[in-house]
Nanobody, 121 residues
Framework: QVQLVESGGGLVQAGGSLRLSCAAS????????LGWYGQAPGKQREFVAS???????NYADSVKGRFTISRDNAKNTVFLQMNSLKPEDTAVYYC???????????????WGQGTQVTVSS
């Protein structure tokens, strides 16, 4: 059983900062890519940032220069430092992990339950 638990969301004024965390636990052999996605009210879930096991990072254009993704492989945890927040960043943020539960299984995607980020103007 694999579980991803996000934390760190909340209400912040425009220009403020938040740091999201997502910890993966359970039967995990290996984690490849870890990512963050945001889903605003009435919209589809969208890519925000990702980081591979080798440290390759990608960001959505809308967050480049403001958000920073990082990971702690020893703790199976991914972080998203969110600076210079804007009202349009308001969304539920989900983490995603591509992982193996054993050495012989294929990589599968697992999702957390989401954490709400609300940015007031």
């Amino acid at each position: 059983q694999v579980q991803l638990v996000e934390s760190g969301g909340g209400l912040v004024q425009a220009g403020g900062s938040l740091r999201l965390s997502c910890a993966a636990s359970g039967s995990i052999f290996s984690i490849a890519t870890l990512g963050w996605y945001g889903q605003a009210p009435g919209k589809q879930r969208e890519f925000v940032a990702s980081i591979t096991s080798g440290g390759r990072i990608n960001y959505a254009d809308s967050v480049k220069g403001r958000f920073t993704i990082s990971r702690d492989n020893a703790k199976n945890t991914v972080f998203l430092q969110m600076n210079s927040l804007k009202p349009e960043d308001t969304a539920v943020y989900y983490c995603d992990a591509d992982l193996q539960i054993t050495m012989t299984t294929t990589y599968q995607s697992y999702w957390g339950q989401g954490t709400q980020v609300t940015v007031s103007s």
